[in-house]
Nanobody, 121 residues
Framework: QVQLVESGGGLVQPGGSLRLSCAASKRFFSIATMAWYRQVPGKQREFVAIWDTLGPINYTESVKGRFTISGDNFESTVDLHMNSLKPEDTAVYYC???????????????WGKGTLVTVSS
């Protein structure tokens, strides 16, 4: 019914910056939260940042001061601005939207397919 598509990933040098974007194929009827997660192959998915209707509400400790989450609840989009990138930030980054796709839908969490971020010189 709806797809989330991440973009903006790629290769960046340590200390560099990158902006990730996530867009829904259609606008959600209503949104509770939007978030970013990341995953390294062979490891569990890790929470990165979360956004609600009032703005950013939490970041994982390792990215505080370096990453900034922003969103547009009307357009069902969420971005992640990453600065001062480190090699340990290398991962596949996934966006998620927790909400309702129609007025008749149950609240569900939707996931994108991910975009790869590689931080290396």
């Amino acid at each position: 019914q709806v797809q989330l598509v991440e973009s903006g990933g790629g290769l960046v040098q340590p200390g560099g910056s990158l902006r990730l974007s996530c867009a829904a194929s259609k606008r959600f009827f209503s949104i509770a939260t939007m978030a970013w997660y990341r995953q390294v192959p062979g490891k569990q998915r890790e929470f990165v940042a979360i956004w609600d209707t009032l703005g950013p509400i939490n970041y994982t400790e390792s990215v505080k001061g370096r990453f900034t989450i922003s969103g547009d609840n009307f357009e069902s989009t969420v971005d992640l601005h990453m600065n001062s990138l480190k090699p340990e930030d290398t991962a596949v980054y996934y966006c998620s939207v927790d909400g309702w796709i129609t007025e008749m839908s149950r609240r569900m969490n939707y996931w994108g397919k991910g975009t790869l971020v590689t931080v290396s010189s």
